[in-house]
T-cell receptor, first 114, second 110 residues
Framework: ETGVTQTPRHLVMGMTNKKSLKCEQH?????MYWYKQSAKKPLELMFVYSLEERVENNSVPSRFSPECPNSSHLFLHLHTLQPEDSALYLC?????????????FGPGTRLTVL | GESVGLHLPTLSVQEGDNSIINCAYS??????FIWYKQESGKGPQFIID?????DKRQGQRVTVLLNKTVKHLSLQIAATQPGDSAVYFCPRGSARQLTFGSGTQLTVLP
């Protein structure tokens, strides 16, 4: 579990707040991902960064803004969120040159929007 | 539409018995399949993967079988332990894309 770390582990915020989620991978990978996991729903891919460039954006609302300053760090900036954005936000990383491109996940940030 | 891993939602097994978790898919255009385990309050944990040109792969206490004829994937866990209680996913992978289904909740009974 220490390969991919996420902070904070829990976050409660109001709809007018601005906060950021942080992810760090210690695996030497070159791709990082943000997923959203809501209750009773499958994991939803939000963003993909490969070699620090965003390569996927699955029509996520603009109130979620990712940032990937280098291959080891990934942020998700949050502003003007809605209660339905409450979920577990998971970060993952992978080595895209690997034959199976297996993604390794962090423990997640449990976000509650009041 | 494309299936991404249809699961039975729940499975209960007695501690010490073997568990078999099944997964079906509808589209064969996938490079590999991965099994993840997610315990309550944690992120998904990689268990084992199998490339689409293989039929079987074994790990520690786990075996994954891929039957491309019937488009079926299974995860077998030997001597199931309480720590195996979790939700199991079999997303399909291809070029940075993992598509998840809803998973199977495995409960190990004492």
């Amino acid at each position: 579990e220490t390969g991919v770390t996420q902070t904070p582990r829990h976050l409660v915020m109001g709809m007018t707040n601005k906060k950021s989620l942080k992810c760090e991978q210690h695996l030497g990978h070159n791709a990082m991902y943000w997923y959203k996991q809501s209750a009773k729903k499958p994991l939803e891919l939000m963003f993909v960064y490969s070699l620090e460039e965003r390569v996927e954006n699955n029509s996520v609302p603009s109130r979620f803004s990712p940032e990937c300053p280098n291959s080891s760090h990934l942020f998700l900036h949050l502003h003007t969120l809605q209660p339905e954005d409450s979920a577990l936000y998971l970060c993952a990383s992978s080595q895209v040159s690997d034959s199976t491109d297996t993604q390794y996940f962090g423990p997640g940030t449990r976000l509650t929007v009041l | 539409g494309e299936s991404v891993g249809l699961h039975l939602p729940t499975l209960s097994v007695q501690e010490g018995d073997n568990s078999i978790i099944n997964c079906a898919y509808s589209n064969s255009a996938s490079d590999y399949f991965i099994w993840y385990k997610q315990e309550s309050g944690k992120g998904p944990q990689f268990i084992i993967d199998i490339r689409s040109n293989m039929d079987k792969r074994q790990g520690q206490r786990v075996t994954v079988l891929l039957n491309k004829t019937v488009k079926h994937l299974s995860l077998q866990i030997a001597a199931t332990q309480p720590g195996d209680s979790a939700v199991y996913f079999c997303p399909r992978g291809s070029a940075r894309q993992l598509t998840f289904g809803s998973g199977t909740q495995l409960t190990v009974l004492p």
